[in-house]
């Protein structure tokens, strides 16, 4: 059976410039750390991101931001990054902010095959401008629409050689949803182990969503 | 005891054992100290059974909640992603939200996310609002130079329309009712005329005000 391990200078060149990021990792934690490597070493800008959040100044995911390669943002807080705060004020960073339910379910929506979901979070609210409102069974919803991008960064606590991966704790966060959004998903895994050893009923975001796997000798075991 | 703590734990009071509460950044973030055992935390990115936050040597790889802060997760914890996490917000399964405040209106208006000149993003205080079955307000009565939080109207971006159940300052509890802000408890000491001075709407009185201990 074909495996889904890959070197690091391939996953650089699959990188280019104006594409659309989706990144797992919820304030610093559980980041694809190894990816966002990969994704500043090809050199790709005017990347539109979407995440959570944009973690700190120049740490994890926020290195992308220090370094000038994000155009746009979507995502649900920016208050922890210093940089992001100025370069949107300074007008060099379009962002669009979302509810963080909200955005997780644009996510899991465009990963599933859908159109949107109805909410009724940010009704009334700064949140509701320019979307439709949509009465069902006499209740107003929010629209919100599905979101999806050209690669997906999936940080895993563990991935077999086909791409069957379980995470840990709170280090899931958004990695099993942005995992499914993408055309192209890519896994950093701490830990690899063969076909046949994850108990299947303990797998979270099947082999099936997976493209490629950040081959194990590239992988670093001690992160944050 | 200071002010800080006097918030959180008169706020902690309305939790009860089997709860799920979430607790946001600030004050709210104290609760944990003074709430009944058996009350499980919630955090947004992805798990019910936040325990005590930790360093050092007791940090656990792994369980970190939505500020950063590493914590142990308590026995018979559970973890899951993002989207599951806010299902569960939005489902009426949490039975409380305690979050802090820029500006509450009299209708129960919330805003907590902006101000003129600062918008960090909302984080997941509108879901939560939208949500929780109570939303519990934890704040100080006034800003730092004393002006008033508590408005007839919010000139803030709105976190929530009509989402705030009740408010707890380091001076009083009032209560958001179709009729208006109802005091219902006051720190000993204080007369309703001494936290009318500091806000906006009228207040109603409780029949049976309750006495806050210094």
Redesign the interface.
């Known amino acids: 059976m074909a495996d889904k391990y890959i070197s690091k200078e391939k996953i650089v060149r699959l990188f280019k410039d104006g594409q659309t990021i989706m990144c797992g990792g ?5 980041v694809p750390n190894k990816l966002i490597d990969c994704l500043l070493e090809s050199g790709a800008r005017h990347l539109t991101l979407i995440s ?2 944009s973690g700190d100044a120049d740490l994890t995911i926020g290195r992308l931001i220090r370094q000038g390669v994000v155009d746009k943002l979507i ?6 990054n210093t940089d992001t ?1 100025q370069l949107v004020e300074e007008g060099k960073i379009e962002l669009e ?1 979302v ?4 955005l ?2 644009r ?2 929506c465009g990963g599933s095959g859908l159109g949107g979901v109805l ?9 509701a401008q320019g979307k439709q409102v949509i009465t069902v069974n006499n209740e107003e919803y929010l629209l919100e629409t599905a979101l999806r991008a050209d690669i997906a960064l999936v940080r895993a ?1 563990t991935s077999d050689p086909l791409g069957n991966l379980t ?11 942005v995992a499914k959004a993408s055309a192209i998903t890519l896994v950093d895994a701490d830990m690899h182990v063969d076909i046949g050893e994850l108990p299947l009923d303990s797998i ?1 975001t099947p082999g099936a969503y997976v493209d490629y796997v950040l081959a194990a000798e590239e992988s670093d075991h001690e992160r944050a | 005891m200071n002010a800080r703590e006097r918030i959180a734990k008169q706020a902690a009071a309305y939790f009860a054992p089997g709860d799920v509460v979430n607790l946001g950044i600030g004050i709210p973030s104290l609760c944990g100290d003074y709430a009944a055992p058996g009350v499980m935390f919630h ?5 019910v059974g936040v325990g005590a936050i930790c360093d050092g040597m007791l940090a ?9 802060m590493r914590f142990i ?1 308590v026995p018979g914890a559970s ?5 599951e ?3 569960l ?2 489902s009426g399964k949490l039975a409380a939200t305690v979050l802090g405040a820029l500006q509450v209106a009299e209708n129960g208006d919330l805003a907590n996310w902006a101000s003129p000149g600062r ?9 939560l609002v ?2 929780a079955r109570k939303v519990i307000i934890a704040m100080e009565l006034t800003t730092r130079d004393g002006k008033s939080k508590i408005l007839k109207q919010c000139s803030f ?5 009509n989402c705030v159940d009740h408010i707890v300052t380091e001076q009083c509890v009032i209560d958001v009712t179709r009729d208006g802000l109802v005091l219902v408890a006051l720190l000993e000491g204080l007369t309703p005329a001494d936290i009318q001075k500091q806000i906006e709407p009228r207040l109603i009185v409780a029949d049976h005000l309750a006495t806050m201990p210094v």
């Open positions: 919820f304030a610093n934690h559980g959570n959040d995502a649900s807080h920016i208050g922890r705060i902010l509810p963080q339910g909200s997780a379910e996510i899991r909410t009724k979070t940010g009704l009334g609210t700064m949140v606590r995470y840990h704790g709170t280090m899931q966060n958004f990695n099993p949803l979270v | 955090t947004e990115n992805g798990l656990v790889e792994g369980f970190s909640n939505a500020t950063a997760p973890a899951f992603d993002s989207a996490s806010f299902g917000v939005r918008v960090f993003g909302m984080g997941g205080a509108m879901d939208n949500g971006p709105l976190t929530g329309k």
